[in-house]
């Protein structure tokens, strides 16, 4: 086909058509294809596909491959730029004219659909019309191209998958594809010359009054027309099929009309699906309305029938037995009599009802599309059963499994006896979803029940251990997970001075502060290593004996569930003051005359010692003044680069935090659009920066360290792996002597990566103008006797000359070139060791290589800081709806943590500071407060301490906001108060989470 031929009955057309060659050329396009991407047809034409969308090229050339390679239409998507900038996205159907042949490229159509209209039908013209008008303008040698030009279209027409019918422009047909022919029940032959009236009988569904005729209306306004919603067309036998449609006028190049083009489509699958989703839907309401599962099934029995079944039957097959029927429904009340005294009579077992039981134990479902009279014969058991089946004159049937973490709950019986109906695969499968929901509803229900159990069971055991600990001659208490009193006797309470009933909840530093740090370690080795402690003597002073110390024996153990699960720790108190006092009054006699002995033998040595301290406190002064005056160069270079660092550092956190809590909330709010990659993006260049910032604050010395577990050993790997592709490159040789007993680190594990990447950078650097061979050692080992993990860097480099070695660790001073380093780096390494409480020194001589020795402390994992933990877990989860103030001077974090907090499901309010905030709680209450340290007016200390005259309820449900460069008093003062804080910059996953464990344990 020519491209005039393409335009010559394509301009006629409603909906953009474009002509591309298989390789995504276009070669023609008409009117409304030119008017989609905001140019004329002449400027389309010759140009890439790829220039007038946005769709991705694989995606492109994907689709018109397919559309090539296949004999049928092509369904897809692209996305048009219009010339004004706009997007439109599209629905595409593809279809081939001229396949691939003898090296000739294939020729498509691409017809489109904008997607978010419902749009009118796909309207394509009569080609034997065209044709026709054609032969009458053209020359008698153009007859045999006008031939096939008409074949092509009637096959074209005839692959479409919507009916197609064109009528002259008196309204009698000339032609229609197959199907048409189908959807009416009207051959081609019958139909050609009669109007169209005649086998396009179409009824309002609602009215059942006749439609008007949509020809004729074409024929009447020169428009394109379409049908109105539930309109039924009447076969030719009878049946009543929904249909929409559209129609369109059929003009000559002059612009005469010359007939009319009508499409339409069935839509009885698609009503049933609608249809369908709309009794899914009302379904799950009635299901999570209650937990009495067996009213709500009953009440999903009365929703499907008669929308969906003539009768339907529930059956509980949970327990060992045969089911049974607990929900039943029948359209007929007097067949539900029926219904229901069947399953009195003949209750489901292998025998009477064996369908029902073969699905309860395999747990699949079965269809009967056509139920025959011979399966009634062959189910009933007696000469009655079968006249109750009978009477239910079931003609199609299905049987599905009511199925919850893998066990068969139950079974769901639907029956039809409509002459007209007969259920099917489409119908099985709602009838599944269905039963899904309804098994995941009894499973929750039953699971509401067993924890109402269990909570009885929990109350009676507490009930006895109540009445053990009331006898017993010792003081018994109980502890849980975190600590807190659950139970405790009367001998307990009398220790502690403290009534019983005032115990539980409260932690022992509550009840006795003298004794919290003496007792706090040993409770605390019982829970993480799950191992009593017997005996443990402890002396203090408590509520009722201040000022007089009182000692006992001190047991602690781990109570476990039958499950081995740890609940909390147990405590035994024996009181032994009176013997200790016994025991004391002994030493202090035994005491007394060695010390006596003792001073007459210290006075002897008094002399000499006093002279040899004298001569070593005068080599250590000197000593001291030379260090003292090293350390304040030090400091003093320390203090202005920190300063600087530490104010960078600052003005960075607020619009960091705004960056990353906005990038989050782009990506989820756009999982599956393409702002989630620019989401994406912007977090990683956001997460970038506070790398950067805390780079500054660990070099200055106002960052606290993020401790957790760490393998150093790994560290240095992945420390090695980013640098790997250089080393190699300068053909440098990596020897590694990795000791594999070492310990676990307490320390923070970016920090440390940082030293290792500072240190094998400075060896790579020094290695690069040496002759081969090169050679890089990295090797790891663990001093038992000091408790220390070793980290050696050894290259055989150039070396570092003496006087340089007492220099390198200083700020800014540097070997390199300028413009090669900054002097920063084994600063920084020195700052971040130190913190880790370990020393970093060096060894060379020049022309004998580098040796950096780094020594780490082996140390015991600290609790964990009052400062928001940052594990992964799903944001998903929501408290009870609460209100929450925020209070920061800076608007960009107020707005996005409200938008977020929002989101979440929350009432927010905000306030520029905290007299503002103040202001607000005297007209409103709060569940929770997040509130920025430094602020104009009233800062956060100022603003904690009117909490705590005015409002002490709210002074453990308020979460702190703070920058990494806290000032000293800041710092004690969050420590001193002890609640909650988030580090800036923050991220939408840290707000979400401490906000739910705060009020969770506010609520609690």
């Known amino acids: 086909m020519t491209e005039e031929q393409f335009l010559s009955w394509a301009q006629v057309f409603p909906e953009p058509l474009f002509l591309v060659s298989g390789t995504g050329t276009v070669l023609a396009a008409n009117a409304p294809a030119a008017e989609l991407v905001g140019a004329s047809g002449t400027a389309i034409r010759g140009r890439a596909l790829l220039e007038l969308v946005t769709t991705p090229a694989d995606q492109v050339y994907t689709y018109l491959h397919s559309c090539a390679r296949s004999r049928a239409m092509v369904l897809g998507a692209l996305t048009f730029r219009h010339a004004d900038g706009r997007q439109v996205r599209c629905r595409t159907e593809g279809a081939v004219l001229q396949p691939w042949r003898n090296g000739v490229t294939a020729m498509l159509l691409i017809r489109c659909r904008a997607a978010q209209q419902s749009g009118h039908p796909f309207v394509l013209l009569n080609e034997r019309l065209q044709a026709l008008s054609e032969a009458n303008r053209r020359l008698a040698q153009a007859r045999e191209t006008l031939r096939e030009q008409r074949h092509w279209l009637e096959g074209v027409l005839s692959s479409i998958g919507d ?301 006895l251990l109540d009445m053990l600990f009331a006898a017993a001659p010792v003081g018994l208490g109980f502890f849980d997970r975190e600590l807190r009193y659950v139970r405790v006797n009367q001998t307990l309470a009398d220790i502690n001075g403290l009534a019983v009933e005032a115990h539980p909840g409260r932690t022992p530093h509550d009840v006795n502060p003298q004794l919290t740090l003496v007792l706090e370690r040993l409770r605390r080795s019982v829970l993480e290593t799950g191992q009593p402690v017997v005996n443990a003597e402890v002396s203090g002073e408590t509520r009722l004996g201040m000022g007089q110390r009182q000692h006992w024996l001190v047991s602690y153990y781990p109570v476990r569930t039958a499950g081995d699960e740890l609940l909390g720790v147990g405590v035994i108190v024996t009181d032994i003051t009176e013997r200790k006092r016994a025991e004391e009054w002994l030493r202090l006699t035994r005491d007394e005359l060695e010390r006596r002995v003792q001073e007459r033998t210290a006075q002897l040595l008094q002399a000499n010692e006093a002279l040899r301290r004298e001569i070593a406190e005068r080599q250590q002064a000197e000593a001291e003044l030379q260090r003292q005056r090293d350390a304040l160069y030090q400091r003093e270079k320390l203090a202005a680069m920190g300063s600087l660092l530490a104010s960078v550092a600052h003005e960075l956190n607020n619009p960091l935090s705004i960056m990353m809590m906005q990038a989050d909330l782009l990506r989820e709010e756009n999982q599956d659009g393409p702002l989630a990659e620019h989401g994406k993006a912007i977090a990683q260049a956001a997460e970038r920066c506070m790398r950067i910032v805390h780079n500054f604050l660990t070099l200055a010395r106002q960052r606290p360290l993020e401790r957790q577990a760490v393998d150093l050993n790994t560290v240095v790997e992945r420390g090695v792996e980013l640098l790997d592709y250089a080393l190699r490159v300068d053909n440098i040789v990596v020897e590694w002597r990795l000791a594999r007993d070492l310990p676990t680190l307490q320390a923070d594990p970016h920090q440390l990566h940082q030293v290792v990447v500072n240190l094998v950078t400075n060896a790579h650097q020094a290695l690069r103008d040496m002759p081969p061979p090169r050679q890089l050692t990295l090797t790891t080992q663990y001093d038992r006797a000091r408790t220390m993990v070793i980290l050696e860097v050894v290259d055989t480099g150039p070396g570092i000359p003496p006087a340089m070695q007492a220099r390198i660790f200083e700020p800014f001073f540097t070997t390199k070139p300028p413009g090669v380093g900054t002097g920063l780096g084994l600063s920084l390494c020195r700052g971040i060791i130190e913190g880790h409480g370990g020393t970093i020194s060096v060894q060379s001589q020049p022309g004998h290589g580098t040796r950096f020795r780094v020594e780490l402390p082996v140390e015991v994992a600290a609790s964990p800081h009052p400062e928001l933990l940052r594990t992964e877990s799903p944001p998903t989860e929501r408290v009870h709806p609460s209100r929450i103030l925020v209070v920061d001077d800076e608007p960009g974090i107020t707005s996005a943590l409200a938008y977020l907090l929002r989101r979440s499901g929350y009432a927010v309010e905000m306030a520029a500071n905290g007299r503002i905030a103040l202001a607000k709680l005297q007209e409103q209450t709060y569940e929770l407060i997040l509130c920025d340290l430094r602020m104009p007016e009233l800062d956060g200390p100022g603003f904690y301490e009117a909490l705590q005259q005015h409002y002490p309820q709210l002074r453990q449900r308020i979460i702190f906001l703070t920058g990494d460069t806290l000032s000293p008093e800041a710092r004690a003062f969050l420590d001193k108060v002890d609640v909650p804080r988030l580090a800036k910059p923050f991220r939408a996953l840290d707000v979400r989470r401490l906000v739910r464990q705060v009020l969770q344990k506010s609520s609690a």
């Open 163 to 463: 009916a197609i019918v064109t009528t002259d422009a008196t309204g009698r047909v000339t032609f229609m594809n197959a199907v048409a022919a189908s959807l009416t029940g009207w051959p081609l032959e019958e139909a050609v010359g009669m109007q169209l009236a005649e086998v396009f009988r179409i009824v309002d569904e609602t009215t059942r009054e006749s439609v008007e005729d949509p020809v004729l209306k074409v024929i009447q306004k020169g428009t394109i027309v379409g049908l109105a919603n539930h309109t039924l067309l009447i076969t030719r036998d009878g049946r009543e099929v929904p249909i929409d449609d559209s129609a369109a006028p059929i003009r000559d190049p002059q612009g005469q009309l010359r007939g009319v083009v009508l499409v339409f489509r069935d839509i009885t699958e698609r009503r049933r699906l609608e249809e369908a989703q709309d009794l899914l839907a009302e379904a799950g309401a009635l299901l999570s309305a209650s937990l009495d599962y067996q009213e709500t099934l009953g009440a999903v029995t009365r929703l499907t029938v008669p929308r969906f079944a003539d009768w339907c039957t529930i059956y509980d097959s949970s327990d060992a037995g045969d089911p049974c029927a607990i929900a039943l429904a029948h359209r007929d009340p007097a067949q539900e009599a029926v219904l229901r005294e069947l399953h009195q009579r003949y209750p489901p077992d292998a025998q009477h009802t064996p369908t029902v039981v073969q699905v309860a134990h395999s747990g699949h479902s079965i269809l009967y599309p056509e139920l025959a009279a011979a399966q009634f014969h062959a189910a009933a058991s007696d000469a009655y059963h079968l006249e109750l089946l009978r009477r239910l004159q079931p003609l199609s049937y299905m049987v599905v499994p009511l199925v919850a973490r893998g066990r068969t709950l139950g079974v769901i019986a639907f029956g039809t006896a409509e002459p007209g109906r007969r259920y099917g695969p489409s119908d099985l499968a709602f009838a599944e979803e269905l039963a899904r929901r309804c098994a995941m509803a009894v499973d929750n229900a039953r699971l509401y029940e067993e924890a109402q159990a269990a909570t009885r069971a929990k109350e009676e055991s507490l009930a």
